[in-house]
């Protein structure tokens, strides 16, 4: 049991919120950043027992004070809400979380915090909200700060946030998974809701982890193999979408789909993403696969009737 502090910046969101889980049953005091007392995400994190503070990403001055006295941190930069709130604009939803993100952890390494957690992406692959994140991790290890940086990847919870596994229309009872990119594209995926996992892990031991990589993922499968995976669980007929690669890369999907998102499935079409979920399981007890992560999402069992 530790009796240290953490910070943990958007605690409301399905990385922090999984953070502040872990770091409370390990015996933290977590502080939890967010913009509202009022959210019932925010709530349900003061229940749990973390000690809520007012934070606005845009205004560090509204954070410093949390910090004062604590001994890590967790900080993760929301690039979506900047683009949702932008209408879209990519390039300065990019420069927004960089900004953001750098501004978080320089004032936690001038609060004297002495482990820093950054949940960060792999750069350089064609994705705005990839590089953003990336250009944060360059920064901290050409700045020698007490940083781990923790590559996250796709997460499995965006299949069930979207809705991407529907009924067929032609009344067959079977279902679509709907993930915009051909059947074989290799997809390596984590379950967000247990970041946590590897944010204690890594907390934990900073001699062996500060200023070091972290990669969290848990499996690495085709979209084909998910949709196998789910017909499985279920038993019913769940198809993906069979999108040829001429039909992946039209100006129809772009358009439909959008810039950013359609440039992270081409990050996947594209790109063998090195990942070792063998390795990044062995460093965490508990860890879902895509099939066990599938068996246990509420929603995925209510739609698919398992």
Known sequence: MSSKTVVVFTATGE???????????????????????????AKALKAKGAELAKADLNDPESYKPALKGADAAFVNADFWAIYGANKGDGEAAAKGETQQA?????????????????????GGLGAKHWDSKQEVSKWT???????????MTFYFSNITRAGLVTPKDDGSGSFVLGIPAPDGTVVPGVAPEQTGLWVEKILSSPGEYKGKDVHACSDVLSIADMAKTLSDLSGKDVQPLHLPLEAFNSDGLKAKLGEELWDQWDLFVKHDLKRDPKASRA??????????????????KKVLGY
């Open 15 to 41: 990385q922090g919120s999984s953070v502040v889980g872990s770091l409370l049953k390990a015996g933290w005091k977590v502080i939890a950043l967010t913009r509202s007392f009022e959210s019932e995400s």
């Open 102 to 122: 750098k501004n978080a952890i320089q004032a936690c390494v001038d609060a004297g915090v002495g482990h820093i957690v950054y949940s960060t992406l792999d």
């Open 141 to 151: 290890v050409a700045h020698n700060l007490p940083v781990t940086n923790l590559y």
């Open 283 to 300: 460093l965490v007890q508990g860890s879902w696969d895509f099939k066990e992560w599938a068996a246990q999402n509420a929603q995925l």
